[in-house]
């Protein structure tokens, strides 16, 4: 089974969110259909099911490995590079 080999390399606390919502989303005035937070730097972003996928251009941009969820009651993560489930 593949596993994830930056979820160790994350800061610890976590990083606080910058924004409650995708700024990027709320600068073009579109509704992110759900929100990502960076794990890394504390980026919020929509998900893939967003029509502009900020989370994964976020990644794409910065390299940063790992988000997780920014929804109430959810708690999983995902690593871009590795493709899995942290």
């Known amino acids: 089974m593949k596993q994830c080999t930056h979820a160790d390399t994350l800061p610890r606390p976590e990083p606080a969110p ?3 919502t995708c700024p990027e989303c ?4 579109t509704d992110p259909v759900q929100l990502r937070l960076c794990l890394v730097c504390g ?3 929509c998900c893939d ?3 502009q996928r900020h989370a994964t ?3 794409e941009e910065t390299g940063h ?3 997780r969820t920014h ?3 959810e708690s999983w ?5 590795d493709h899995v489930l942290v």
């Open 26 to 29: 709320l600068a073009e005035g």
């Open 77 to 81: 993560r995902w690593c871009f590079v």
């Open 71 to 73: 929804e109430p009651g």
């Open 57 to 59: 251009a976020h990644f």
């Open 49 to 51: 099911s967003s029509p």
């Open 18 to 20: 910058r924004t409650e």
């Open 65 to 67: 490995p790992v988000m």
């Open 43 to 45: 980026h919020v972003g």
